[in-house]
């Protein structure tokens, strides 16, 4: 399985794009990209993957280079309820799809 | 996408006593589930994974003697902590697979253990 790196955390203000780069340099043909976002004492919620180039969808783009060997999560316009725990995991598109959480980026929205 | 619920959404128990949490599926005929565990400002960390009908296949390092994981059904599978112990507290989280292979996670359950 792919390890992911990402920044630990970013601050932003309200209204502001926010975009989070993970790098995932041993990414392999069958891996695909997902990001999930967490709150506090609640479960992770996905928002987004992709395999390459761009995906788009009501809360988020997702810009994957050729090389897919990093990808960019961007939030556009963010509020105080964006504040939360973002996580980067490739997952192999065979087998049981096991997802494998790194650290994470702990995005500060500021008033 | 799926809806998954947990419960119960916290218990506290004594040391020494089992506990059971169960993961449903409510719209979705979930062949897979997953478990994982998560301490205060860390990551999740993957323990199982839950197959309909068959054994649980476990992470390494996981006690499957101490963490006993049921898949029954479509739409339910249970976590039982057995003997816990304080350092058993933690926050568990259930997922189920989806359709496109997204996961849906549940709201998860605190765990507390006196």
């Known amino acids: 399985l792919a390890k992911t790196t990402q920044p630990i955390s970013m601050d932003s203000y309200e209204g502001q794009e926010v975009n989070i780069t993970c790098s995932h340099n041993?990414?392999?043909?069958?891996?695909?990209i997902t990001w999930y976002q967490q709150f506090p004492s609640q479960g992770p919620r996905f928002i987004i993957q992709?395999?390459?180039t761009k995906v788009t969808n009501e809360v988020a783009s997702l810009f994957i280079p050729a090389d897919r060997k990093s990808s960019t999560l961007s939030l556009p316009r963010v509020s105080l309820s964006d504040t939360a725990v973002y996580y980067c995991?490739?997952?192999?598109?065979?087998?049981?799809?096991?997802?494998?959480f790194g650290a994470g980026t702990r995005l500060a929205v500021h008033p | 996408g799926a809806v998954v619920s947990q419960h119960p959404s916290w218990v506290i128990c004594k040391s020494g006593t089992s506990v059971k949490i169960e993961c449903r599926s409510l719209?979705?005929?979930?062949?897979?589930m997953f478990w994982y565990r998560q301490f205060p400002k860390q990551s999740l960390m993957l323990m199982a994974t839950?197959?309909?009908?068959?054994?649980?296949?476990?992470e390494q390092g996981v006690e499957k003697d101490k963490f006993l994981i049921n898949h029954a059904s479509l739409t339910l599978s249970t976590l039982t902590v057995t003997s816990a112990h304080p350092e058993d507290s933690s926050f568990y989280i259930c997922?189920?697979?989806?359709?496109?292979?997204?996961?849906?996670f549940g709201p998860g359950t605190r765990l507390t253990v006196l």
């Open positions: 719209d979705f005929q979930a062949t897979t």
């Open positions: 997922s189920v697979r989806g359709t496109y292979n997204e996961q849906f």
């Open positions: 839950s197959n309909e009908g068959s054994k649980a296949t476990y």
């Open positions: 041993n990414i392999a043909t069958n891996d695909y």
């Open positions: 992709g395999y390459k």
């Open positions: 995991l490739v997952v192999y598109s065979g087998g049981y799809n096991k997802l494998i």
